[in-house]
């Protein structure tokens, strides 16, 4: 197979200091008015990882302590080791797909891969809009003793061209599927429209495990640690930035809203942005939304598996803030 080639800053047109990209989305979705504010919602994960630098300003932030308790990480991680046996059980011991969506470098997937102790002939196929992370998730992986890693030009892809990819994969003795969805990133997307996007590109049989937090009053924690974490705002400020605006024009800001946390920036000054023949004018006051994490609770969690598989098995932490999914067409 074709392997993936890694870009730097691929899918960035520049201008000066203006990303194309972000700029493009800046004007599709326009603004909306909450009281008397114009709030810019360009919270979108493709604008995450646009550059090596953004993706690692990630990492740096996924991996610091601070965050990693805020989020759980512990007993997340926990919950994936104890409960591989129900992945082994499904597959029978047989060859397996492992399909990792938003790979990132790959680390959270070893917690429960590494559980499965040989009894699954594992074949690891990395998808992430970063090719960068895909790279960090194969250098992860090379380190462990599996059957394959699948490097193809689909591993640089969003969940959108899913149904493109698994006809790819299953061929030979590995035609059954597991399809990963960990470290929250179900939070990041619309959830029925993924979960619509991952049913639709897998076969009968095939089992989607999530790892997810909930909505409690842990939530307090993430908002805390977002707010007050100088490596999550260098993170989303990647975004901002990718419009020429610089950090002393903005104020940085963190809330629970619309049942999910939302990362912004307010604007304090007048500020036109131009890209070729086109501008934009943001006003003082204006806050642009550059990031979100969804925040459900598991009976309407149950509610959306549900309305798209057929079995679906929960198991929760022990402080119930986590949940352990596992789903099978």
């Known amino acids: 197979m074709e392997k993936a080639e890694v870009k730097d800053n691929s899918l960035i047109k520049k201008n000066g200091k203006i990303s194309g990209l972000i700029f493009k989305e800046l004007v599709r ?43 759980h990480k512990e007993q997340s991680n926990r919950l994936l080791q104890e409960n591989a046996d129900l992945i082994i059980k499904k597959f029978n011991e047989g060859a397996v797909n492992v399909i990792d969506l938003g ?23 990395p998808i992430d809009i970063s090719g960068y992370m895909v ?27 899913l149904s493109n990819i698994t006809p790819l994969l299953t061929k030979g003795e590995f035609k059954r599927n597991l399809f990963l969805l960990l470290g929250n ?12 996007e991952i049913r639709s590109s897998m076969k009968d049989g095939d089992l989607l495990l999530v790892d997810t937090s909930l909505a409690n009053k842990k939530i307090e924690e993430v908002v805390n640690l977002h707010s007050k974490n100088d490596l999550s705002k260098r993170f989303v400020f990647y975004i901002p930035k990718g419009l020429g605006l610089k950090e002393d024009e903005v104020e940085y800001g963190v809330r629970f809203k619309n049942s999910r946390v939302e990362i912004y920036f307010i604007i304090k ?61």
Request: one cysteine or more; charged letters at 30%.
């Open 29 to 71: 979705r326009g603004y909306s008015i909450e009281g008397d504010t114009r709030v810019w919602n360009i919270a979108d994960s493709k604008l995450w990882y646009l550059t090596p630098e953004q993706a690692q300003a990630y990492l740096d932030m996924d991996h610091s302590p601070e965050y990693e308790e805020a989020v």
């Open 185 to 196: 990133t179900l939070g990041n997307f619309e959830i029925t429209s993924l979960l619509y």
């Open 103 to 125: 790979c990132g470098d790959g680390k959270k997937a070893t917690e429960i891969i590494q559980k499965f102790g040989g009894k699954l002939k594992i074949r690891y196929c």
């Open 135 to 161: 790279q960090k998730a194969i250098e992860t992986f090379s380190k462990m003793d599996i059957h394959e890693i699948v490097e193809f030009q689909y591993n640089i892809s969003d969940f959108e061209n």
């Open 269 to 329: 000054e007048d500020r036109t942005i131009k890209l070729q023949e086109r501008k934009v004018e943001l006003r003082k006051g204006d806050k642009m939304i550059v990031g979100i994490a969804y925040k459900h609770n598991l009976d309407d969690l149950k509610m959306y598996f549900n309305m798209f598989f057929g079995s679906v098995e929960t198991v929760l932490s022990d402080d119930k803030a986590q949940a352990f999914i596992l789903c099978q067409k």
